[in-house]
């Protein structure tokens, strides 16, 4: 039996104030209905049924572009680069040469500096089952090196969102793309995350040396830690816990090592929600995995229903090249050469239980 097509529609979701037109297109299978728009490649809707059928939108999100303009910090929804996650003093060294990017998050980059991938107006084209988003980021840009094209394709297929993340530069620079959906499985109005249960693939974590959240360059093992997520935790069962590393990120807000071969497709992460029966799996082929609780959420954010996202109201699981990476020559390379690809899969499958 042949399946059915994903319906992909395409319409206008606002106007930026300097005139740019940004679209919404909205991609539906029986199973799960994606709504992404133009401004930062971002996710702004996705919805899915729970155990009994209920639909509704398990991304912190909102229904007009105002909101996502003016409150960048919290990075709803979006793609994050051209380098996400942090970046120490925004300094590294690259062929012989200090590079220095802007800096946003205290002394340091995060999730590509002061005007990042997420403030941008990318190129959209429908695809086969989705939409392929296209964007060109100058020399320079950020104080990155390079001319940089890249490409992120979302495509929906039944219960199944795959994002597939491409980039070449025409000099050498570094490349670390993800996407920065907030998940509550209960649904975007339902209150925190704490109880629900989470499945990290990992053995190890990265530490962080402060609340500024650079690694130490340590990959250290999760056993005996509340960093354990090898079998299933709730996620309000230790984030409270008298421990440095959740003292310094106000909960998770850590790199988790991914186990299995980087490049290779497979099993990160499955969140399952108890209350409403829906499950998340993720697959990525990045080599780790950034579980964000949602700390710094302080309820100024109010979303599509009119609620406020208090803290820890949803989560993020951010595919990645470990933070500050360029800073530390023993964690996967991040350097992206003339002549060569980034590639980055990551797969997110909606389930019930």
Known sequence: MEKQRTQVTCEVFGTLAGGGQVDVYTLKSAAVELRLITYGARVVGLKTADRAGAWDDVALGYDALKPYVEA??????????RFANRIAQGRFELEGRTVQTTINNGPNMLHGGKEGFDQRNWEAAIVPDGVEFTLLSPDGDQGFPGALRARVRYTLQDNVVRMTSSARSDQT??????NHTYFNLDGEASGTILGQDLTLEAEAYTPVASAEAIPTGEIATVEGTP?????????????EEPNEQLAFGRGYDHNWVVRGRAGELRPAAKLYAPASGRV????????GIQFYSGNFLDGTLIGRSGVNYAKRSGLCLETQRFPD?????NFPSAVLKPGEEYSSVTTWTFLVE
């Open 72 to 81: 960048r910090n919290a990075y709803l929804g979006t793609m994050v680069g």
């Open 173 to 178: 620079t570094v490349v670390n793309l993800t």
């Open 227 to 239: 960093f354990d997520f090898r079998s299933p935790t709730r996620i309000g069962a230790r984030i």
């Open 280 to 287: 998340l799996r993720v697959e990525t082929t990045e080599p």
């Open 325 to 329: 990476t360029p800073n530390h020559p």
